[in-house]
């Protein structure tokens, strides 16, 4: 992708912390698809944007899960969380809900470049 005045504008990361954080708009999307919290226990107190943010930062930066840097929440928390996730099939979910708007995209961007 070319870096254009607009593309430049609309993937701006300025005001996070980290490139890797989620902005609102991508939160917005992920949300809904991560499983509620259980009813049994103990209510969590740990905020699952702060956990997503913190394996976005793992993914992005190859750090290890006790490297994790301190704004995040405790390591043992995120790697449970991810493991949960990643055994119930909500990394796939999450992928297959951001790949599927990006792929109907291209195809009509292709289909575009055919019909000239």
């Given at each position: ?6 593309t430049r504008?609309k993937y ?5 912390r980290?490139?890797s954080h ?14 509620p ?8 107190d740990?905020?699952l944007?702060?956990?997503v ?5 793992m ?7 006790r ?5 995040f929440p405790?390591?043992?928390?995120v790697q ?9 099939g909500v990394?796939a ?13 291209a195809?009509?961007r292709?289909s575009?470049?055919?019909?000239r």
């Amino acid at each position: 992708m070319a870096w254009t005045e607009i593309t430049r504008r609309k993937y701006r990361r300025d005001g996070l912390r980290y490139a890797s954080h989620l902005t609102d708009a991508d939160w917005a999307l992920i949300e809904p698809l991560l499983p509620p919290a259980s009813p049994l226990g103990r209510p969590g107190d740990t905020k699952l944007r702060a956990v997503v943010n913190a394996i976005l930062y793992m993914a992005s930066t190859g750090c290890r899960w006790r490297q994790l840097p301190k704004e995040f929440p405790p390591y043992s928390t995120v790697q449970s969380y991810f493991y949960a996730w990643s055994r119930c099939g909500v990394f796939a979910n999450i992928n297959h809900a951001l790949v599927r708007p990006a792929a109907r995209q291209a195809r009509r961007r292709a289909s575009l470049i055919a019909n000239r």
